[in-house]
Structure formats: C-alpha cells, structure tokens
Nanobody, 115 residues
Framework: VQLQASGGGSVQTGGSLRLACVASGSIIGIKTMGWHRQAPGKQRELVAR???????NYGDSVKDRFTISGDYANNTVYLQMNSLKPEDTGIYYC??????????WGQGTQVTVSS
C-alpha cells in the first residue's frame, strides 16, 4: 500500500489549507483514514481520522477548525484546515488502517503557519 499526500504549504495565521491523501496498491477493507502531525521536538499526535462508517475523531486542538472527509470509493482522505495558527505548524502524515489491522503511513507533508 502506498500513500501519496499533497496540499501542504505555508500560510499566515488565519489562513486555510487543504490536504489530500490517496492510497493505492493492494487495498482490501480500509477501516480508517486519517492525519497525524509532528511538530519539531514533539511527539506525533492525532489530528483527525474518519472511519469507513463515517465516524470522525479530532484532536482537541483542532476541533471546530479542521474538517476531515473520506472518499472510500477512491481511497482518498481530505483534511480542510481553517483558521490556522502557528502551533499547527508541523509535518502532517497520512495514515490508513486496513483489515485486519495493518497501519500504513505516508511520507509526510510540511505545513507552516507564520504569525
């Protein structure tokens, strides 16, 4: 399984970005698709994930600002990020969990928010 992420970049505080991640390869039964991020000197943390049934989870720091959506027919997950803050800066990693429980990670895309 390969994950290709796109959409990172640099914006000013209050700006918006949209990330996309496409999964390809021998994929049977995606359970969840999501995004994690890692800021310099910090541990990787959950940003958001969406299940095949449409359920969503968000990290506390991004609730009400970020929206995740999944296109399971095309193995694609999107992350709309609004009202970005400098503390949102980091490398964003796409993650896909496939039945029975295999976890795959993308290469990461940089998001930089300047004040």
């Amino acid at each position: 399984v390969q994950l290709q992420a796109s959409g990172g970049g640099s914006v000013q505080t209050g700006g918006s970005l949209r990330l996309a991640c496409v999964a390809s390869g021998s994929i049977i039964g995606i359970k969840t698709m999501g995004w994690h991020r890692q800021a310099p000197g910090k541990q990787r943390e959950l940003v958001a994930r969406v299940t095949a049934g449409g359920g969503t989870n968000y990290g506390d720091s991004v609730k009400d600002r970020f929206t995740i959506s999944g296109d399971y027919a095309n193995n694609t997950v999107y992350l709309q990020m609004n009202s970005l803050k400098p503390e949102d800066t980091g490398i964003y990693y796409c993650n896909v969990v496939v039945l029975p429980f295999y976890s795959y990670w993308g290469q990461g895309t940089q998001v930089t928010v300047s004040s």
